[in-house]
């Protein structure tokens, strides 16, 4: 069965940095583009960034350039690396795929920026 598993969340203090995972099965990431989303307590779920299958990546302003997104594809996994993280990030981050046509979501991971 195809699913996305993200991992790597936690606490963190504001400065800090985490990366989360989005490791993938039955699915081939390489060949598909790859969407990392966040979606904070009564707030509606936001884009963060992506990453095309030829590798070309794309962030939102509120991210960029602190968020890096790549893909490992001998893993095939897709990696979010955030740093200079702040109490606004705060969320539980969400990886997301589609193929041919059908969108897959992972479970997601929490975040928590808080000193």
């Known amino acids: 069965q195809a699913q996305l598993v993200e991992s790597g969340g936690g606490l963190v203090q504001p400065g800090g940095s985490l990366r989360l995972s989005c490791a993938a099965s039955?699915?081939?990431?390489?060949?598909?583009?790859v969407a990392w989303y966040r979606q904070a307590p009564g707030r509606q779920r936001e884009w963060v960034a992506t990453?095309?299958?030829?590798?070309?990546?794309n962030y939102a302003d509120s991210v960029n350039p602190r968020f890096h997104v790549y893909r490992v594809n001998a893993e095939n996994t897709v990696y979010l690396q955030m740093t200079s993280l702040q109490p606004q990030d705060t969320a539980v981050y969400y990886c997301?795929?589609?193929?041919?046509?059908?969108?897959?979501w992972g479970q997601g991971t929490q975040v928590t920026v808080s000193s």
């Open positions: 990453v095309a299958s030829g590798g070309a990546t």
């Open positions: 039955g699915i081939r990431l390489s060949a598909n583009g």
């Open positions: 997301n795929t589609a193929v041919r046509g059908r969108a897959y």
